[in-house]
């Protein structure tokens, strides 16, 4: 009994030995088999992936020389092109400027070319004379070299006045003096506000261009125009008066209108020689016309304003030495300051920035005369019942002689 459960149990065990030798050997060999299949598929993967990756390179280096940059080499045909960069473009402006004009094959490749320079910032608006189908970088140093831009320049001096512009402008360009002139005959057209020639003091405005003719030296465009070219002038004009705050302080602190405020600047522009006296004629001209500081005689006595009427009669000024009484006293002329109050009826040239701050912010003082003292343009200064001391010294430098002295 004990011998055949010790056999029975024996037998089982054996048979239970025999399952798991067999399960091994079956595992075993599964394994093995298994193994095989994964270096075998590890090999096709990494023979799948390094072609996909030949695949992807080819496909990229199609794909990214399509959406490349596009540009030309060189600098250009020999066909060249006018193109303007106008005030305010951005570089992009620029760029699409060039391409639209076949200079360059795409603004995007102008626009790279100048991200890489750091003097693009310097491009000046203007017109410029290129090369048609040039390289980006080549237009770009195109537009940076000063040779390229197409300029006509015109000065306009401080103290000219309007018939001097006519004629300069008529000389340089070969315009028509008499179509100039037209053309000026209507300020408003040419930019100037109407409000402009309004006054306070209860005379009428010359309503011309003088004063509105802004003293400074211009870059033309290519085939200017007269009428460009004035207006042009204008704007400039007001572009300073609006960045000056002209116009609200003339009228906040001085208590006078724009126009009166540039008669003064026009005056004192023609009558000092030094930015430094531009303020104190003006402060000694509103001494006397509005603050009633000169007795009850309001006139100017300013030789330069009957000389300004000379010049629009097509005469000749006069030193002041050489002027007459009947001309100093000529009541027919609007522009009299010596026998006629307040001041003239329009500006008497065309005043520049330190004039025209001069006549908007004058230093404070109590003179009502000025003169120029001697040949360097020194100005003296006096209040009531001091002229003669300004005479003398005057007489004495030369400055003056004859019945004035």
């Not at 004058?362 to 002229?387: E, H, N, R």
């Amino acid at each position: 009994m004990i011998d055949e459960l010790d056999l029975g149990y024996e037998d089982h065990d054996r048979g239970r030995s025999r399952h798991r030798r067999s399960s091994q050997r079956r595992s075993a060999v599964t394994k093995k088999k298994r193994g095989g299949k994964s270096w075998l598929a590890l090999l096709l993967t990494l023979l799948l992936l390094g072609g996909l990756a030949g695949g992807v390179y080819i496909a990229y280096d199609k794909v990214s020389s399509l959406f490349s940059t596009p540009d030309y080499d060189g600098s250009g045909t020999a066909e060249t092109v006018t193109i303007e960069v106008k005030q305010g473009d951005f570089i992009a402006d620029m760029g699409n400027t060039l391409f639209r004009a076949d200079v360059v094959k795409s603004a995007q490749a102008f626009v790279d070319a100048a991200e890489g320079n750091p003097a693009a910032v310097g491009i000046q608006p203007g017109f410029y004379k290129v090369s048609k189908q040039q390289s980006a970088e080549s237009a770009l140093a195109a537009l940076l070299d000063a040779k390229n831009r197409l300029v006509n320049k015109f000065t306009v001096p401080e103290g000219m006045i309007t018939l001097q512009v006519y004629d300069k402008l008529a000389k340089e360009f070969g315009f028509k003096l008499a179509d100039v002139k037209a053309l000026a005959a209507d300020p408003v057209k040419l930019g100037v506000p109407e409000w402009w020639f309004n006054r306070k003091d209860g005379k009428k405005s010359a309503r011309s261009l003088e004063g509105f003719l802004f003293p400074s030296t211009y870059d033309f465009p290519p085939n200017v125009t007269a009428e460009l070219a004035l207006k042009l002038m204008v704007k400039q004009f007001l572009d300073v008066t609006t960045r000056l705050g002209f116009v609200d302080k003339v009228q906040a602190e001085r208590g006078i209108s724009p126009y009166e405020a540039l008669v003064a600047a026009s005056i004192a522009q023609a009558e000092a020689v030094n930015d430094k006296d531009m303020g104190p004629v003006a402060r000694a001209l509103y001494n006397r016309v509005y603050a009633g500081k000169y007795g009850p005689c309001k006139c100017l006595q300013i030789d330069s304003a009957v000389n300004y009427w000379f010049r629009l009669q097509g005469k000749e000024p006069k030193d002041s030495n050489d002027l007459y009484q009947a001309e100093l006293h000529d009541k027919k002329n609007p522009y009299n300051t010596h026998v006629v109050d307040g001041l003239p009826v329009g500006p008497i040239s065309n005043p520049g920035e330190a004039a025209l701050k001069g006549a908007m912010d004058p230093p404070p003082s109590d003179y009502v005369f000025f003169v120029t003292i001697d040949k360097q343009g020194t100005m003296g200064y006096a209040k009531d019942g001091q002229l003669q001391t300004l005479i003398n010294e005057a007489c004495k430098n030369g400055v003056l002689h004859g019945d004035l002295c």
